[in-house]
Structures are given as structure tokens and as C-alpha cells.
């Protein structure tokens, strides 16, 4: 390619910059590299200071003002979170986000778990091929959409899911506008929409798994139940702790699916923490007080986090 | 593993088979089948009823009992999902916004991925970690700040703008990409030394190439997040010609859910085929690659 420069080291030599970079010496790639790192670095470095950690640290400071768009900041100390310690409507919106998350993490992981261990060996790869599509698809959706779709499929009155319970003896469930289902009926949207994802995960794990191991234990006679916790969950805890914790934080963030399906009725049944955030910091044009919401919902993203990998350590297994 | 071990002697080969054992395996078998199918029906019957549904006259669209199978053929639907939102215009947007944030991520991520796995500078393994630490903030604890910097300082708001520059630098791509640059060897790069190639072709025409499944895997992945961003168009636009789609799908529907359905069903179809064809071309990338366990770093 450029040999030819290699050998007429003398062309650039009297520019300085080009001498101290030159590509004949090992200083001198040394040297590029290290240029190079930094210029390639520079546009992510640059973008996540700008968009997440100055806004972060915004974020912190903002929760000690009163400011909306049209008033002059103020600096008010810790109102802000006094204010947060007496609201019962963020106390509200923090039960229904963990109800939520437990809800559709339990569903989400143990369905996501037992198709994949249904289908990972199937000998039929075609139709191995069907059913992973047909689990993947509604991952495609936007959660808006789902959100428009299911909530007309879970209407009481209209609803085809009613239809169809109603010829199991089943009266027509209030799915979206009792506050006793309304949570429920949420988290068994998004467990629709996620199964997919968490199923190829897993999918994934159980694929990577060392086949000797599974063969060697059926050797030993372990079968059915005893080789799934004694082999197969010790092997895949590691799978099971990424999707876990990822699930987690990302349901903790709940906004799209109550906001369009229920706008987070009846009442406060299902309000989220991230829609008391957009309804203070948006609604309201309150952005400090939106700031400290977002604070508490960042901290109990990492308390939540940080216990996980805590607990980990008892149940997780790395080979 | 180690379980197995510690009790070689309660289970042994030696174990008699009795018949009953192999009848509970076939029971198993076909309730293992049965729940397979039944989840698979679970996930499919919806987009069957969005379709059948968006192909039936508005008046018909909530017949009890629902029909399965489109008889009516009534496009009618998807004509006025034309004239209810600018609908051209809000696939354009989404397509503009999706494309450039693809394009921007896939750069700035191969760039920095590429330099964090295989150049060496002082503060390298810092600058790592911080990167890694915005991982973990996640989007919406950042929104406040975000939008009065787009409003406020850049005055991108209400424009496509401020959809698309925060987007531009990823962690989870850096990250993503970083492990697979590092799983390509060095020997690579000494050859092409010798063959006197500089620093930039040995990124450009040697591991860029190399990394082109992940590269994949970022490009599906963010695609299939950005298309189907609802919040932060919701906070940042305001002008109905501008939204993208997935602000129109909602915004078909009307405030108080009057839209007609079957219409509102039409836009959902509208709007997801670009999504399926990409995850068509994208899948073998994206399932191997998650099933690879890429995202377990």
C-alpha cells in the first residue's frame, strides 16, 4: 500500500508534527495510536457529556430550586424533598412501579425460561424456527402501539378477550377501569410485548451451555426436575441474572403502556414513578420537583441494582 | 455442576426403567407441546385481529363475535389514515430520525469501541468506566435537564434535531462494540503493518470489517428502540407535521380514544411493516447475535 513512503522516510521529515508521528519508527506508531485514540473517543465522550452526565448533575442541582419556564430559578434547598417525603401520590405511584415490576418480572422470566427450555432442542428446526418468530414478533411494536391494541382487546364491554372468557362462565372482567385488575392487566401487556426478547436470551444461555455437561449428567441418571436445578439452572444463572436485573431496571421506567392505556387511572391505580415525573416536570412545568422525582427513581434504580448483585453472590454460578 | 460431584452415589446408572417413568415423559412431551403452541397462538392472534380488523368497515369493527378472516376487504381504512395525519410526512420523520441516529451510533461507537479495545493513550481505562457508568442512568432521571438544554440553550425544540443529536454517542454501543473488536486477534494488525498500511486503513479496511455482525446487531437494536420512541418525541414536539409516527398512531386514536378503530388499526399495520422488513433482513444478525450472549459483555 504506502511502502513507498516507508522508504523515502526523508519526504516528511522536516515537517515536525509528521516527524514526531512518523510511521517508520515504533515511537512514532505509538505515537498515532495515542492521537488516534483520543479523536475517536472524542464524539462519544463529548455526546455522553453533553446528554447524560452534565445532565445528571443538572438533574442534582435543579432539585434544589423552584423554577418553571416563566419564573426565575430559586434556590430552595431541600423543599423540594421535604415536599417528596409528605406526597402520598409519589408514595402511590412508587407502590404501583414495584407491584409492576414484580408482577411482570416473575411472569416474564419463568414463561420466558420454560419455552426456552422447551425449544432449544428441538429436533424440528423449522419449527423451532416458527415459534421463535412468533415469540419475537410483538417485540417489533412499539409500545405505543401495543398499548392502542390491547387496550382495545381488554375492554369490558367490547372486548374480544371478554368475548372469549365469557364462554368459560367467566362475567365480563373490568381489565383497565377497576383498580383491583388495572395493574395486572399492565403488566400482562408488557409481559406480550418483552417475552420475546427475554426468550431469546435465555435461548441464548441454554445454546452456550457445553452439551458434554448435559450428556454426563443424563449418564449419572439425572433426568426431568433433578437435572433442571441440579445442571441446567446453576449453568444458566448467569443468563438469568443479566435478564433479571436488565428487566428490572427497565420496568422500573415504566411510562409508555399506563400512560396510553389508562393515563394512569382510575384514580392513581396505575401511575407510575416516570408519570408523576413527566407530570410534574411537563405537566406542571415544575422542574425541580420533576428533578428530585427523577433523583429518588435513579437511587432506588441502583439501591434495587446494587441489591440484586448483592443476593447474586448466594444463588449466581460462574464455571 | 459442582452438586454433581458432591452425590455421585444417590443416582446411578443402574437405575431400573419402569414403564410408568416413560408414560409420564410422553404426558410431558405433549403438555410441553400444548403450552409451546398455546403461547405461540397467545403472541399471534393479536396481529391477526389487527389486520382482520383493520380490513372491516369502521362499523363493524367491534362485531362480537370478532371475525377472524378479513371478508370485508375494506381499504377504506387505510385511505383515511391518509387524510387523518399527515401520515407520508410522520413515516418521513421517523425514517429520518431512525436512519441518522443509526448511522450516527454505528460511528461514533465503532470509533470509540475500536479505540477502547485496541489503541492505547493515558486515561484509557478511566474514560472506560465512565462510559460504562452512564449505562446505568437511565434516560428518564436525565429528561428535565435534556429539555431545557434542547429548548433553552440549543432552541432545537420542536424540530427533528432534537430527536437526533442526543442520540448520537452511545455507551451501550461503545460497550457492545468494544467487546468485539476485542475479539478479534492482533496478529491481524502486524500483517498489515508490514504491508505498510496506516492506522486509519487498518481500522477502516481491516477490523471495521471484522466487526460488521455487530455492527449489525447495534444498527437493528437502535433501529427497532428509536422507531418506537414515544417519550421523547412526546416532551419535545408539538407540531403534528413533525411527529413521528408513533405520536401519529396515538394521535389517530383522539385524546379520549374516539378515533375509530379499525382506522387506528390500519396505522399501527402502516407503521409496522418498515420494522418487519428491517427485522427480515436483520434477524439472522440480531438472533445470533443475542443468542451469542453479546449483551452479556
Request: aromatic content about 14%.
Amino acid at each position: 500500500m504506502s511502502s513507498k513512503v516507508i522508504s523515502q522516510p526523508g519526504v516528511y521529515r522536516r515537517n515536525p508534527v509528521a516527524r514526531w508521528l512518523a510511521a517508520d519508527t515504533m515511537a512514532g506508531i505509538k505515537r498515532q495510536r495515542m492521537l488516534l485514540g483520543y479523536l475517536f473517543i472524542a464524539p462519544t465522550i463529548i455526546g455522553l457529556l453533553v446528554f447524560v452526565i452534565g445532565p445528571m448533575l443538572g438533574s442534582f442541582g435543579l432539585s434544589f430550586y423552584k423554577w418553571n419556564i416563566f419564573r426565575p430559578p430559586e434556590f430552595i434547598g431541600l423543599d423540594n424533598f421535604e415536599r417528596l417525603a409528605g406526597d402520598t401520590r409519589v408514595f402511590v405511584s412508587f407502590r404501583n412501579t414495584f407491584i409492576l415490576v414484580v408482577m411482570t418480572v416473575v411472569m416474564l422470566e419463568s414463561l420466558a425460561l420454560a419455552l426456552a427450555l422447551a425449544v432449544y432442542r428441538m429436533a424440528n428446526k423449522a419449527f423451532a424456527t416458527f415459534l421463535r418468530t412468533a415469540y419475537f414478533l410483538p417485540v417489533l411494536l412499539s409500545g405505543a402501539s401495543v398499548a392502542v391494541t390491547l387496550g382495545y382487546l381488554f375492554n369490558k364491554d367490547f372486548g374480544v378477550i371478554n368475548y372469549y372468557l365469557g364462554f368459560l362462565g367467566i362475567d365480563n372482567i373490568p381489565w383497565l377501569t377497576s383498580s383491583d385488575v388495572v395493574l395486572f392487566t399492565i403488566a400482562l401487556t408488557t409481559v406480550w410485548r418483552n417475552l420475546g426478547f427475554t426468550f431469546i436470551i435465555y435461548l441464548g444461555g441454554l445454546s452456550s451451555m457445553p452439551g458434554e455437561v448435559l450428556e454426563a449428567a443424563e449418564v449419572d441418571g439425572a433426568t426431568g426436575w433433578r437435572k433442571f436445578y441440579r445442571v441446567i439452572l446453576p449453568l444458566l444463572s448467569p443468563t438469568i441474572l443479566f435478564a433479571v436485573v436488565t428487566d428490572v431496571i427497565k420496568m422500573l421506567q415504566f411510562f409508555d403502556e399506563p400512560f396510553i392505556m389508562t393515563r394512569g387511572g382510575p384514580g392513581d391505580s396505575s401511575r407510575t414513578v416516570v408519570m408523576m415525573m413527566y407530570e410534574s416536570g411537563f405537566g406542571n412545568l415544575d422542574f425541580g420537583y420533576g428533578s428530585a422525582i427523577a433523583l429518588l427513581l435513579f437511587a432506588v434504580i441502583m439501591i434495587v441494582t446494587g441489591i440484586q448483585f448483592y443476593l447474586s453472590r448466594r444463588w449466581v454460578f460462574y464455571g | 455442576m459442582a452438586s454433581l460431584v458432591q452425590q455421585p452415589a444417590t443416582t446411578t446408572s443402574t437405575m431400573p426403567r419402569n414403564p410408568r417413568g416413560r408414560y409420564t415423559i410422553r404426558i410431558g412431551r405433549w403438555l410441553t407441546l400444548i403450552f409451546i403452541v398455546s403461547i405461540a397462538f397467545l403472541t399471534l392472534m393479536p396481529f391477526v385481529w389487527v389486520v382482520a380488523t383493520s380490513l372491516r368497515t369502521p362499523a363493524e369493527s367491534f362485531s362480537v363475535p370478532p371475525e377472524w378472516i378479513p371478508t370485508d376487504m375494506d381499504f377504506s381504512n387505510y385511505t383515511r389514515v391518509f387524510e387523518e395525519i399527515p401520515f407520508w410526512r410522520q413515516i418521513g420523520n421517523s425514517f429520518f430520525i431512525t436512519l441518522s441516529v443509526v448511522f450516527g451510533q454505528l460511528i461514533t461507537a465503532s470509533l470509540a469501541g475500536y479505540a477502547f479495545a485496541r489503541l492505547r493513550f493515558p486515561g484509557r481505562n478511566i474514560l472506560f468506566w465512565i462510559v460504562l457508568a452512564t449505562l446505568m442512568i437511565p434516560g428518564q432521571a436525565t429528561i428535565i435537564p435534556v429539555f431545557i438544554l434542547i429548548s433553552r440553550v440549543l432552541h432545537l425544540n420542536d424540530t427533528l434535531g432534537a430527536l437526533i443529536i442526543p442520540g448520537l454517542a452511545t455507551a451501550f454501543g461503545t460497550f457492545l462494540l468494544r467487546q468485539y473488536f476485542l475479539g478479534i486477534p492482533d496478529e491481524f494488525e502486524e500483517a498489515a503493518l508490514v504491508e505498510g498500511a496506516n492506522q486509519w486503513q487498518i481500522f477502516t479496511k481491516i477490523y471495521l470489517p471484522l466487526a460488521s455482525p455487530g455492527l449489525a446487531i447495534l444498527a437493528v437494536l437502535t433501529f427497532n428502540a428509536k422507531w418506537n420512541d414515544y417519550f421523547s418525541p412526546l416532551i419535545f414536539m408539538n407540531t403534528k407535521e413533525l411527529f413521528p409516527i408513533t405520536l401519529g398512531i396515538v394521535d389517530l386514536q383522539g385524546y379520549m380514544g374516539t378515533g375509530s378503530i379499525s382506522i387506528v388499526l390500519a396505522g399501527i399495520v402502516l407503521s409496522t411493516i418498515p420494522v418487519i422488513i428491517i427485522y427480515i433482513f436483520g434477524q439472522r444478525y440480531l438472533v445470533e447475535g443475542l443468542m451469542a450472549g453479546a449483551l452479556k459483555g
